[in-house]
């Protein structure tokens, strides 16, 4: 190569190189604006709420005084919802995606099955609420309870669950299949004591970023029947009303962090507007704190996994 | 038919394939194989990529069940008892709790040491604690890894070599007894001296187990085989004792296959 064949070859490269630049430009513009905007939220209401955020916030119920008014039986509400949505998603949507992954066979069934899983991902949350409505409070009599709500999110996210459930397994070598199974293992104990714990990481991200998704849920919350207004927490185990016993809770009434930032929006005083506003802050740190937790997880439980 | 020539014909079969046929859905993978395999011997199978080696050392722990429309044809009489391994009534679980298998590639669970050996055991539903140590000890003993990992037991499978890995996967295969051992090139993924100490263990494997081994490699068969099957797009073309496959091979396509000038 003469140095003109080889300075036209450098002009190319330069010439090439130029692209990469630009898309990388692109690329950091499209994130600025992504992360821009949830920062400007984030901090908007972080001025508007960050005044009213206090102990006492966090420890009163809610109140016909915006200075007095708190979050109390909103945030126990929501963890109690969650705790249900986590309680009752996480095994069904686990063994749904084991089942289609480890034992169902590839024919058209499963595939359609898939088709509908994906679907349900997409389906409005509200059509979930009115869906609810039907079976769990009036079918079976659940009630406008705790035990409702959280049905209710588990089943919003049980789609999540199962996709996140099967690409974790999916990620799992076949040859690490094939070693359990040359042990003479049978399918149960290769899923028990290979498939699952291999695929925890996965599966526990995917239920806590659904779970992260569900506790901002609104509207199918209002259509099973949360209350907006509600001063009193569900009974602690043992100390509802005779009989009383362990899941007292799961029946009683209760509100939820989005609602009670809805009810207050709706208020013409500024001062729950205020009130909103740190409900709000307190909610994006909820979420946060479940998405480091998903992220912590997957780092702990990922450590001796490396394909 | 395939010829089979033999000085030492009244040596014990541990297991015979009969007229056995395999298909890959439609596609024949194997075409009418019959092949004996002595117990207490090293056999090793040869034969250019594609020629079938895996397909039929998979056939023996029923490994294909695992997958549809793979479909089996004629048996496989496995000794003493003439259990055919590839019959629809034998369960393949008791097939695998018989005969075991190392892979190409070393595949330890992402477990510990001590559970990747005691896999096998635990599966057979041995929960004595004593009962397991032992065999784990004698286990990584004689896959020679004793001496390496008796201070991390604990420590994962994947911190360990290749070489220690396979051995590792060796051990576990081991742990259980098994009747017939299966190597699907256990050594292609090692370096030379991490393929020495496999091949060294191999050789003093067959006191205690039948081996059947899929190897590239022809030095290697030579080396630790007493018996040497030739496969070619499915068939098996010749097989005898290593000796005289290398050395005067009944049939052309071997010799040439052996000398190189094909394959
Ligand atoms: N799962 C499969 N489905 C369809 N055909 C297959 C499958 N696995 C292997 N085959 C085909 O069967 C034939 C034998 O394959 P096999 O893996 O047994 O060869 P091999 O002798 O082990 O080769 P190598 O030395 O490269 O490992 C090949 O033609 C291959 O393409
Ligand atoms: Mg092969």
């Given at each position: 190569m003469n140095q003109q064949e080889l300075q036209a070859l450098r002009t190319m490269i330069v010439a090439h190189k130029r692209w990469d630049m630009m898309f990388g430009l692109l690329g950091i513009l499209a994130l600025m604006i992504a992360l821009m905007t949830f920062t400007a939220l984030f901090a908007d209401m972080a001025i508007n709420g960050l005044g009213r955020i206090s102990w006492e916030f966090l420890t009163s119920f809610p109140s016909r005084r915006a200075a007095n008014a708190g979050i109390l039986s909103a945030w126990v509400g929501s963890v109690l919802v969650m705790l249900v949505t986590a309680v009752a998603a996480v095994p069904l949507g686990v063994a749904a995606g084991v089942y289609l992954e480890?034992?169902?066979?590839?024919n058209w069934v499963t595939d359609i099955i898939e088709i509908n899983v994906s679907n349900l991902a997409g389906v409005p949350s509200i059509i979930y609420g009115l869906l609810a409505l039907g079976l769990?409070?009036?079918?079976?009599?659940?009630?406008?309870?705790i035990l409702t709500a959280g049905l209710t999110l588990a089943l919003l996210i049980l789609p999540v669950v199962i996709v996140a459930t099967r690409e974790a397994i999916r990620s799992i070598p076949q040859i690490i299949r094939e070693g359990a199974y040359a042990c003479g293992a049978t399918t149960w104990q290769v899923v028990s004591d290979h498939i699952v714990p291999y695929s925890s990481a996965g599966i526990l991200t995917g239920v806590i970023i659904g779970m992260a998704r569900a506790i901002g849920e609104t509207a199918p919350i209002i259509t099973v029947g949360a209350l907006t207004f509600i001063a009193f927490l569900p009974p602690a185990p043992?100390?509802?009303?005779?009989?009383?016993?362990?899941?007292?809770w799961l029946f009683a009434p209760f509100t939820v962090m989005p609602i009670q930032m809805f009810n207050w929006t709706?208020?013409?005083?500024a001062a729950f507007l205020a009130n909103a506003a740190a409900a709000g802050f307190i909610l994006v740190l909820m979420t946060l704190a479940m998405n480091g937790l998903a992220i912590w997880l997957r780092y702990r439980l990922r450590k001796n996994i490396n394909w | 038919m395939i010829e089979i020539n033999m000085q030492e014909t009244q040596l014990p079969l541990k297991a015979e394939a009969r007229n056995l046929s395999f298909f890959y859905g439609s596609f024949q993978?194997?075409?009418?194989v019959n092949m004996p395999i002595y117990e207490k011997r090293v056999t090793s199978l040869i034969g250019p990529?594609?020629?079938g080696k895996s397909t039929y050392l998979r056939c023996f722990n029923r490994m294909?069940?695992?997958?549809?429309?793979n479909r089996y044809e004629g048996a496989i009489d496995f000794h003493?008892?003439?259990?055919?391994?590839?019959?629809?009534?034998?369960d393949p679980i008791e097939v695998r709790m018989r005969i075991s298998m190392v892979f190409q590639k070393p595949n330890p669970f992402p477990k510990s040491i001590y559970e990747n050996v005691a896999y096998g055991l635990r599966v057979r539903g041995e929960s004595a604690r004593s009962v397991i140590d032992d065999k784990v000890e004698a286990a990584l003993r004689s896959a020679a890894l004793w001496g390496e990992v008796k201070d991390r037991l604990?420590?994962?499978?994947?911190?360990?070599s290749g070489g220690q890995q396979q051995r590792l996967c060796i051990a576990r295969a081991l742990a259980t007894d098994p009747e017939l051992m299966l190597f699907d090139?256990?050594?292609?993924?090692?370096d030379p001296i991490a393929t020495a100490s496999i091949e060294e263990l191999i050789t003093e494997l067959k006191e205690k187990v039948t081996i059947l081994i899929v190897t590239h490699n022809m030095q290697q068969a030579a080396r630790i085989s007493d018996y040497t099957a030739y496969m070619y797009i499915g068939e098996m073309v010749e097989f005898g004792e290593t000796d005289q496959v290398f050395i005067?091979?009944?049939?052309k396509e071997t010799e040439d296959y052996i000398t190189g000038r094909f394959g």
């Open positions: 480890e034992y169902a066979r590839k769990f409070v009036y079918t079976f009599g659940l009630g406008q309870s043992f100390t509802g009303e005779p009989p009383a016993g362990v899941f007292d709706s208020r013409p005083e | 993978a194997l075409k009418n990529s594609g020629c294909h069940d695992l997958y549809p429309g003493p008892d003439h259990t055919d391994l590839l019959s629809p009534k034998v604990n420590e994962q499978g994947a911190n360990l090139e256990p050594t292609s993924a090692l005067k091979p009944n049939k």
